[in-house]
């Protein structure tokens, strides 16, 4: 299940951007911006430092703040892996709290898993309110596989199919981050049984539907979310535009070989029932479906930056 997803940014030139001379001019200063991280990946890594002040090279004195959940950067990447996801977010939630700078709003990028972890701050607490929110390659339908084997890799497929099984058991779903937003169409009702932190945050159980969270998502300016096209590390890689493999049919199910059916956003009863403010969101022409032309997180110039240009950096409210 150990997949990195580390931010690489290519070609990037600190010194290529041009100040717009308007953000100098003027007096209003940039809304700020938050940025949680991926999988593997640390606060405070090299990635996450160049970003940031790429970003500042767009948006001059924009306040910029990286969520951790441990101010150690060991201890922070190793909380993408290991530990309750429900608990991270409260505290990440406390933590942008208490930024003064945070107070009147702001944007907020996720890089990858930190994209469905700060859309989960927007339905449970969107207090202060994040304006946009850009998610690069993130599991908003979480993940329907570990990447696959190839036909006689037995040692991969003993590990894979281990990994499978213990998925859902309570262990994993409340020390194992990734397990928290496994989705297997092939298993959904031990996955609706299980899961507690995707089921919640994608209000996939009836009875513990939570319309506040529709309402808060709703809120947003936009949704802006962006898949990679040669993402080999997410399944389905659609995932990042809320698409989720179609359960497969009865006869089946354990049969790996056949062509897996997508289920594009728009089609999913989550949309089309508008189970979390999604369709409203898309009806009002504040999702935004891009993509850039790379592996999973593989960040070029042409793909964030014409992003960062237009959905960070507003003026304040
Ligand atoms: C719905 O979610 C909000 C925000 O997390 C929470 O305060 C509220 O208690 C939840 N409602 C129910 C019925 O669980």
């Keep these: 299940m150990l997949y990195h997803n580390i931010l690489v940014l290519a070609s990037t030139i600190i010194g290529a951007f041009a100040r717009p001379t308007q953000d100098v001019l003027s007096f209003s200063k940039p809304r700020p911006l938050v940025i949680w991280h991926g999988l593997g990946d640390s606060y405070s890594s090299s990635g ?31 909380a993408t892996f290991y530990g309750n996801v429900d608990d991270q977010v409260e505290q990440v939630a406390e933590q942008l709290k208490d930024i003064p700078e945070l107070s009147g709003g702001f944007d907020a990028m996720g890089f990858s898993q930190g994209g469905q972890f700060l859309r989960a701050y927007v339905e449970r607490h969107n207090d202060p309110p994040i304006g946009n929110l850009i998610t690069f390659g993130s599991q908003h339908m979480g993940i329907a596989d570990i990447p696959t084997c190839k036909p006689f890799d037995v040692l991969c497929h003993v590990a894979r199919n281990a990994a499978r099984a213990g998925v859902y058991t309570e262990w994993a779903q409340q020390n194992l981050v990734q397990a928290q937003y496994y989705r297997d169409p092939a298993q959904l009702p031990k996955y609706l049984a299980a899961n507690h932190f995707l089921t919640s945050i994608n209000n996939e159980v009836p009875e513990t539907r939570n319309a506040t969270y529709a309402t808060r998502l709703a809120q947003l300016d936009a949704l802006v979310l962006v898949l990679f096209e040669r993402d080999r590390t997410v399944v389905p890689k659609e995932s990042a535009w809320f698409g989720s493999y179609a359960p497969p049919p009865e006869e089946d199910p354990d049969d790996d070989e056949k062509e897996k059916i997508l289920v594009p956003m728009r089609e999913q009863p ?48």
């Design 270 to 317: 989550l949309y089309k029932e508008d189970w979390i403010g999604l369709r409203t969101l898309d009806e009002h022409g504040r999702v935004v479906l891009a993509s850039c032309d790379g592996e999973h997180m593989h960040l070029s110039t042409e793909c964030w930056k014409p992003l960062v240009e237009k959905y960070v950096g507003s003026p304040q409210r």
């Design 48 to 78: 996450m430092v160049q970003v940031q002040a790429l970003i500042a090279k767009i948006h001059p004195g924009i306040f910029i703040h990286a969520v951790y959940i441990d101010p150690e950067a060991k201890e922070d990447q190793r």
